[in-house]
């Protein structure tokens, strides 16, 4: 009942009666490799310092998508959580009672479960990109890589 590692509710919380879902037409791009066997074994938030060294796996159809991605030492990650549960509105994140609504928090349980990291890029290995600071599951699906904001001068001439 208190935990959100399974299919747990915990008091007050408000579920959702969803809808059916539209097809937004995702493709996994690639899987995400760590040394996190269960959602309990992941950190809450990655450590793009200290943490483990994670694998990226870009799908071969994808690879030619990373070209020059070495040009910049932090990338955006994002995941698609795909264990995590999608009708949750309401959460008490400290299990004490006292809710937050799902848009005011990080949590993996979230109607769209997209989650997002910024991680050091240690290196490339052909379609694989060796990083520091996830916090995800083995396995779970990788939706998009991007250069983090921060450090990105944009390529494009501005707009007219
Ligand atoms: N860094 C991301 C963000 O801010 O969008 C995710 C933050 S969320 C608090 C991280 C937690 O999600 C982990 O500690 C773990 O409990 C859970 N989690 C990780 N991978 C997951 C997956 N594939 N499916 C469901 N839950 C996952």
Redesign the pocket.
């Known amino acids: 009942m208190t935990d ?2 399974g299919d747990a509710r915990r008091p007050g919380e408000i579920l959702a009666d969803l809808p059916e879902a539209t097809d937004a037409g995702l493709r996994f791009v690639g899987v995400i490799r760590t040394p ?1 066997a269960t ?2 074994d ?5 450590d793009a310092e200290q943490g483990p060294d994670c694998r990226i796996e870009v799908a071969a159809l994808y690879e030619p998508a990373l070209l020059a991605v070495e040009d910049h030492a932090r990338i955006e990650v994002l ?6 549960r999608r009708d949750l509105l309401t959460q008490s994140p400290k299990s004490d009672g006292a809710q937050r609504g799902t848009f005011s928090l ?3 349980l979230r109607p769209n ?5 910024i991680v050091t890029l240690l290196r490339r290995e052909g379609r694989v990109l060796v990083v520091r600071g996830l ?3 083995d ?2 699906p990788l939706l998009d890589l991007k250069p983090a904001r921060c450090g990105y001068a944009v390529v494009a001439p501005d707009k007219a």
């Open positions: 959100h590692h996190f959602r309990a992941c950190p809450r938030r990655g995941y698609w959580l795909h264990e995590a990080r949590s993996p479960p997209i989650g997002t990291s916090d995800c599951l396995g779970t």
